[in-house]
């Protein structure tokens, strides 16, 4: 890379990084005990999923990294061929919760991040989305 690109790359870079926002402050909702259930395999999350719900439509946008240090690393993890980003955490317990975490398509809540690393589309269990 040239010095004289420098700039350019410098602001792209700025430009990338500034895309989307900052997650909104949930009070009523514990990252910590949702993070101390991986898998979801002591239902702690389950029980946390009606305050996270309330803040569902908010979440549209929200940074990557935000999420990160929100929910903690996903239980799974899945890359399209559009740069796109999927994050999924399960919420109860289920087949994941044996040795070798097996995929499991019930209780889960899913975050899909667009190519900017801001999430595009929130999936959460039938019966905690609100009418």
Not at 1 to 7: A, E, G
Not at 8 to 19: D, K, P, R
Request: hydrophobic content about 35%; charged content about 20%; overall charge neutral.
């Amino acid at each position: 890379m040239s010095l004289r690109r420098f700039p350019a790359y410098l602001a792209i870079g700025l430009l990338v990084a500034s895309c989307g926002h900052a997650l909104p402050e949930m009070p009523e909702f514990d990252g910590s005990a949702w993070r101390k259930d991986p898998y979801g395999c002591t239902s702690r999350r389950a029980a946390l999923l009606p305050s996270f719900t309330k803040y569902r439509e908010q979440l549209y946008g929200a940074r990557i990294s935000d999420v990160d240090a929100l929910l903690g690393h996903p239980d799974e993890e899945e890359l399209s061929e559009q740069s796109e980003k999927i994050y999924i955490y399960y919420t109860a317990t289920g087949p994941q919760c044996v040795k070798g975490h097996p995929r499991a398509a019930g209780g889960r809540v899913v975050l899909r991040f667009g190519a900017t690393g801001t999430i595009t589309e929130a999936q959460f269990p039938v019966s905690t989305v609100a009418p």
